[in-house]
């Protein structure tokens, strides 16, 4: 299921899925279980996370995958960031994957960290994936072999997507449109397209926008 619509509420819902924060009314279920009734550790054992601003640590980048799976071993830790592309710009680095990534992850580009936590995502291999803004710092081509690999990452699970880019969500089952904070429109994305509504709308302005020149 993808989230898309205008700022406001979609990060806040992925936040509240994974209870970084209790709800002060309302149920929120996971296959059934009410997930506050569920211990945070144990939820989150449910999850792989791909958020924007991801969290790194001043370690080296092996560690810093690792961390999707403490006890994985070196050979489980490369497989899964080959999966997420990191091993392009690993084997450029000073000491490979021994390099120190420095506080939060500061001597390396955004899209490179946001490959570092899809490649946790792969090591961890959950059952249900929340995935907010996952390939925003990649450019094109770089997205495009991420979302080869996301297409892998999420086979026979539970996936929730938040993105921006209409393209990123073309494949999924469910569309929820958020406006305002509350669910503005819901359905396929084919349904969608066909209805004159904001979905519809926003595909639109995306392709002006792709197809806008300066001249």
Not at 14 to 33: C, E, N, P, Q
Not at 48 to 69: P, Y
Not at 91 to 120: C, F
Not at 165 to 183: E, N, P
Request: glycine share 6%; net charge negative; hydrophobic share 40%.
């Amino acid at each position: 299921m993808a989230l898309v619509g205008p700022s406001g509420g979609k990060t806040t819902i992925s936040r509240l899925a994974a209870r970084f924060y209790d709800i002060d009314s309302g149920k929120i279920t996971v296959s059934g279980m009410n997930i506050s009734k569920i211990d945070p550790e144990k939820l989150l054992e449910l999850y792989s996370i791909v958020f924007q601003d991801v969290t790194l640590f001043n370690n080296t980048i092996m560690e810093n995958i690792r961390i999707g799976k403490k006890d994985a071993t070196d050979q489980e830790v490369m497989t899964a960031a080959k999966l997420a592309h990191c091993d392009g710009f690993v084997e450029n680095m000073p000491d490979q994957w021994n390099t120190m990534i420095g506080e939060n992850g500061s001597e390396l580009s955004g899209g490179q960290r946001q490959r570092i936590s899809i490649a946790r995502a792969f090591l961890k291999d959950a059952p249900i994936i929340l995935m907010d803004e996952a390939t925003a710092s990649l450019d094109i081509d770089n997205e495009s072999m991420i979302q080869e690999s996301i297409s892998k990452l999420i086979e026979n699970k539970t996936v929730l997507i938040i993105a921006h880019r209409m393209r990123t969500v073309d494949g999924v089952d469910q569309i929820v449109v958020l406006k305002d904070g509350v669910v503005f429109e819901q359905g396929k994305p084919q349904d969608l397209k066909q209805q004159n509504g904001l979905y519809k709308h926003m595909v639109e302005m995306q392709m002006q926008s792709h197809n806008w020149k300066y001249e």
